[in-house]
């Protein structure tokens, strides 16, 4: 083996389970919840509902380079909207998103979401990173268990342990973390890294 060679990349993470989790939590939505608050400070469900339609039309259309309006657009540029059809809506948002990254060359060359232009690499682990932890925030807040996939709860504590080596002043895309304990299950300790409190509640 030539040790002058560059390591070979790490394979691109699959979507899919992280995109069917929120699917399963969306029957338990009843209109009653939709005004419950969430671990998202500024959002009820109605609103975490809408910030997730967004993002998954905004990361679908990155993962296929088809780059426009959805993906220009900044996720705190207006207040999200939930569509009147979105139980209909967003399950196929949600698996047309995965299966956009499911293809190869989705994760090749750059892209742009969120009105920010990156590796395509990046840009998937980051639709992967907003699934999962949102995924969290709407079954706290609507009282569902949640079980999302350990690989894709591996690639969201990496890219969010990086973000806060890289800016510990600054935390994370979400926000700054909050301390944990270091043998705390996975899924707190990537809750608590996006700036969440792993044993909040609704009440």
């Known amino acids: 083996m030539d040790s002058t060679q560059p390591p070979a990349p790490a394979p691109a993470p699959a979507l899919r389970p992280a995109a069917d989790a929120v ?5 338990g939505v009843d209109d009653a919840r939709l005004e419950a608050p969430t671990p998202c400070p500024d959002y009820a469900v109605r609103e975490l509902l809408g910030h997730l339609s967004m993002l998954a039309t905004a990361f679908r259309d990155a993962g296929r380079k088809d780059l426009g309006p959805t993906t220009n657009t900044a996720p705190d540029s207006a207040r999200p909207v939930l569509e009147r059809d979105w139980r209909d809506v967003l ?7 995965a299966t956009a990254w499911s293809r190869p060359e989705a994760w ?9 232009t990156m590796p395509a690499g990046i840009a998937g682990r980051v639709a992967l990173d907003e699934l999962i932890v949102h995924g969290w925030d709407l079954a706290v807040a609507t009282g569902q268990p949640y079980d999302p ?9 990496d890219l969010l342990a990086a973000a806060g080596e890289d800016d510990p002043t600054r935390g994370t895309i ?11 299950p996975l899924l707190d300790r990537v809750v608590a890294l996006s700036g969440r409190r792993p044993d909040w509640s609704p009440r």
């Open 149 to 157: 996939p350990e690989d894709g709860l591996r690639v969201a504590y």
């Open 23 to 27: 699917v399963r939590l969306l029957g």
């Open 108 to 116: 090749e060359g750059m892209t742009r979401a969120g009105g920010v």
């Open 91 to 97: 399950p196929v948002r949600l698996r047309e998103l």
């Open 174 to 184: 979400f926000g700054p973390p909050v301390p944990v304990a270091a043998d705390a």
